[in-house]
């Protein structure tokens, strides 16, 4: 960067603080200090550049549990005083609650006390367990995830806590974590607590230190109600992050199934919608989405006539490490039924399962379309008509305003164009929970 003009994504450090006595604790190869958001934008502007520094460090630190925050500014040298040196301490001010700390030994002394104080708001709907990063020599393969004890020194556990604005305590904290979603979430923005009744879920890790359990805030998501004709509401996922921290490890998709799972037990919900899914939470929506219908017993016996069908010409096995065999994923063969989703697909019984299931429209006619292709044999060519007429027809209705416009045999190309690139995206996500 040159002299005077600082990356503020490089220069923004953020740091969850944990007691000492629980950081004591932690595995070697634990870290939770020194991560950098992925936008800026929103707080220092376009550009993301910071005028006026030099070797700029802006330390944000955040008490794990109640992520009340320090702030600090740091530099080699600055430029004298004038108009065109950017205040970063002003700037930043501007989106976090007042209060914050820019004395290190009293925000040590709140995280030392938060320790033992701090319990979340909202209600505890979903939990489950892992091993502890800290047990030596034992694997996944050596402990039994399922009958571990969460109360075992082995375990860590993760809570998710549901919570509105009239959860006592919940504005207030919520007024701490939203910065999460400005520099985490592409275009993200806060949300006017005011005027809209969302739904929170926060996603916490509950760790029992040597004497006490501690909490460490991991991520959460917010969703927003819709009327739903005649007397329900549609959900609609607004906001989901989990901390660079917790990535990759399976949290958001544990985060995502506590959020439908608590959605499926509403009886006032029709159905749970995402609003803009950027492409790494579609891919997780799909896999969890798909990972649950393949977890439905009856579901799977209606659409394939117990393990395969022949219906429509389509032969249907089992789903094997490709996907493409008539033959179930452990190598046995499939006995012939007759089933639901053909190709095509029975209309009235997928329409029915979807409103069962509070799954949007178009994500659950992707969901079956991928089930469908996941079982079709290559060479069973009525099968694969049936299919491609099936989506093609989706792909149609989904796109008519645009579609409509174009000359036929130019609509025709571009139909099965998008067919093909669809097809190739469903193998891609097939592929992920072979």
């Keep these: ?37 992925r936008f800026t934008y929103p707080i220092f502007g376009e550009d993301e550049k910071i005028y006026g520094y030099n070797d700029l460090v802006i330390d944000m630190r955040f008490a794990s549990g109640s992520l009340n925050k320090y702030l600090a500014v740091r530099y080699s040298a600055k430029l004298d005083s004038s108009s065109t040196v950017d205040d970063v301490e002003g700037t930043l001010s501007e989106f976090i609650p007042p209060g914050y700390y820019t004395d290190e030994a009293a925000f040590n002394q709140c995280v030392a006390e938060d320790a033992t104080t701090f319990r979340p708001t909202g209600q505890l709907i979903y939990s489950y367990t892992r091993l502890s990063p800290l047990v030596p020599g034992k694997g996944k393969g050596t402990i039994d995830l399922q009958t571990l004890d969460s109360e075992s020194e082995d375990a860590v556990v993760f809570e998710v806590y549901h919570a509105t604005w009239d959860t006592p305590g919940f504005k207030e904290y919520h007024r701490k974590m ?107 929506r799909d896999r969890n989405d798909l990972a649950m219908l393949l977890s439905t017993q009856r579901f799977m016996e209606e659409g394939f006539g117990g393990e395969s069908v022949s219906h429509g010409g389509g032969r249907v096995g089992g789903v094997g490490k490709a996907g493409k065999s008539g033959r179930g994923g ?105």
């Design 178 to 284: 939203q910065l999460f979603i400005l520099l985490y979430i592409e275009a993200g923005s806060y949300i006017n607590e005011d005027e809209d009744p969302w739904d929170s879920y926060e996603k916490r890790k509950r760790r029992t230190a040597p004497h006490v359990a501690t909490y460490h805030f991991a991520g959460y998501s917010s969703l927003y109600p819709f009327y739903c004709f005649p007397e329900k509401v549609r959900l609609r996922l607004s906001q989901f992050v989990i901390l660079p921290p917790y990535q990759r490890q399976g949290h958001g998709s544990e985060l995502y199934k506590s959020i439908y799972q608590h959605i499926l037990s509403q009886p006032n919900v029709a159905e749970l919608t995402v609003e803009d899914p950027a492409e790494a939470f579609e891919d997780l």
């Design 1 to 37: 960067m040159s002299d005077w003009t600082s990356d503020s994504n490089e220069a923004l450090a953020l740091s969850l603080v944990r007691a000492s006595e629980d950081t004591d604790a932690l595995a070697e190869d634990e870290s939770y200090v020194n991560f950098h958001p």
């Design 330 to 434: 452990n190598g046995t063969t499939v006995v012939k039924g007759k089933g639901k989703m053909g190709p095509p697909a029975d209309k009235v019984w997928v329409e029915k399962w979807r409103r069962d299931l509070k799954i949007a429209g178009r994500q659950f006619y992707r969901l079956i379309e991928m089930l469908i292709l996941s079982r079709l044999v290559p060479n069973d060519a009525r099968a694969a008509r049936a299919y491609r007429i099936q989506v093609k027809e989706r792909i149609y209705r989904f796109n008519y305003e645009v579609l409509i416009q174009l000359e036929k045999q130019e609509r025709i190309d571009k139909l099965e164009e998008t067919f093909q690139s669809v097809r190739e995206d469903y193998l891609r996500i097939l592929a992920m929970i072979q």
